[in-house]
């Protein structure tokens, strides 16, 4: 269609407008609250680093030939599975070797046989937390509590409730064990005056009374910390995380701890803060995201005080007892913000968020992955992450699971 003069100059003087307005925004003082959707209709990414548009421009050719079959793997090897409906999947756990579960805050436990999903158990509350030593021997956790998985094989497996029930049970949030006999668990107690208390169980076999494995609460559950989230390797113990509020100030700090295999308690790592914010406020930010990617290297994902996203980076050279921290920025103030991280070795690491934001770590940076199969990118949120290696991982939030096919990756595509 031609246009014409007339419509050709009124264009110029849209856009030349539109950018003026744009550079008047630029200019004035960035909002610290944190980032807003720039439209939560559907369709477009906030205008974020290089990673906005990696979904829109790997996957446009791809996505417009009229006639093609519907794709089911993205350009970078991301293949959509069909959920039962009306499903947001908050955890994922794979034993390796093919059996995959995942959990709902709509109170299901949902199974992957290989080729579907399946809903295996419902009923159970919110749950928020899934972590396991063989595909019939896992934990689930969420408003109600605990509960563990048992049977003779992954489609027969049934749920008991576990630990503290009725009014003494616990909020989980998040779940991580060195073993089947070894498990740590954190949330907020229910129901307790004066607001919900942190919360740290741990699973384990009471050598003094020479009893079998029993969920006991650990006393770095009084220490006024909100705790989020527990992670670890067999080499440096457990690691727990949260936030709790700053002496004198209307604000709160991320609080992290370990405790070695060889320790009885925890200890707290003191953390760098972002060397661009005030030293009085260096320590206050968040964790979004916590990985043991080996027994001597951790990635932390989170915000410092002045919102922007980052990356706390541990080193050990003692085996994993002591570590070394540095950060770094790593985006700007309105990338979409991180909810997980899982990484199975210090150059395979994936972080995953809001606004179908996906990116992987090499050792050395993060790069962003394409995972939509039409020029529209994702705009729904990732809540989890799983990996069982380079070639088996699995993405999971807002109606989506997600699993990773090398061979479905074209030419050009990076992971």
């Known amino acids: 269609m031609k246009r014409s003069l007339g419509g050709l100059r009124l264009l110029a003087l849209v856009l030349g407008t539109a950018a003026a307005t744009m550079v008047a925004c630029a200019d004035s003082e960035p909002d610290t609250k944190g980032p807003a959707p720039a439209d939560t209709g559907t369709t477009t990414l906030p205008p974020a680093s290089s990673e906005a548009g990696a979904d829109a421009d790997t996957n446009a050719d791809a996505s417009i030939e009229a006639d093609a079959a519907p794709r089911v793997c993205s350009d970078h090897g991301f293949c959509h599975t069909v959920l039962p409906s009306d499903q947001t999947l908050e955890g994922v756990w794979g034993d390796g070797k093919g059996t995959v579960w995942a959990v709902s805050t709509e109170g299901n436990v949902l199974r992957w046989d290989g080729s579907a999903w399946h809903v295996h158990a419902s009923g159970l509350g919110p749950l928020h937390a899934i972590w396991g030593s063989a595909p019939t021997d896992f934990w689930i956790g969420g408003d109600e509590g605990l509960f563990h998985a048992g049977g003779a094989t992954p489609s027969v497996v049934a749920f008991k409730p576990s630990g503290p029930t009725g009014r003494d049970r616990y909020r989980i949030h998040s779940i991580w064990g060195a073993s089947g006999d070894d498990v740590w668990a954190v949330g907020a107690r229910q129901g307790a005056f004066g607001g919900p208390n942190g919360t740290v169980l741990h699973y384990t076999a009471d050598a003094d009374a020479g009893t079998g494995p029993t969920w006991v609460l650990d006393p ?38 370990q405790r070695s295999p060889e320790a009885s308690t925890f200890s707290e790592v003191p953390l760098p803060g972002d060397p661009g914010d005030s030293p009085d406020f260096g320590r206050m930010s968040m964790i979004h995201g916590a990985a043991a990617t080996s027994d001597t290297t951790m990635l932390l994902l989170g915000r410092s005080v002045s919102t922007l996203p980052g990356t706390w980076h541990g080193a ?11 950060y770094a920025r790593d985006g700007r103030i309105d990338d979409p913000a991180i909810n997980a991280v899982f990484g199975t070795a210090p150059d395979d690491a994936w972080a995953v968020g809001n606004f179908g934001r996906v990116r992987h770590w090499d050792g050395t940076d993060w790069s962003p992955a394409a ?40 030419d050009g595509g990076t992971k």
Not at 242 to 254: A, Q, T
Request: charge should be positive; glycine fraction near 12%; aromatic fraction near 12%.
């Open 371 to 410: 995972i939509t199969l039409t020029k529209l990118p994702v705009t729904a949120r990732f809540h989890s992450v799983w990996s069982g290696g380079p070639s088996d991982v699995w993405l999971v939030g807002q109606g989506m699971a997600l699993r990773y096919d090398p061979a479905m990756r074209k």
């Open 316 to 326: 050990s050279t003692d085996g994993g007892k002591t570590f070394t921290w540095t």
């Open 220 to 257: 770095a559950s009084s220490n006024g910390i909100a705790y989020s989230r527990v992670w670890g390797s067999p080499a440096s113990g457990a690691w727990i995380a949260g936030r709790r509020p700053m002496m004198g100030l209307p604000f709160e700090e991320v609080a992290v701890l």
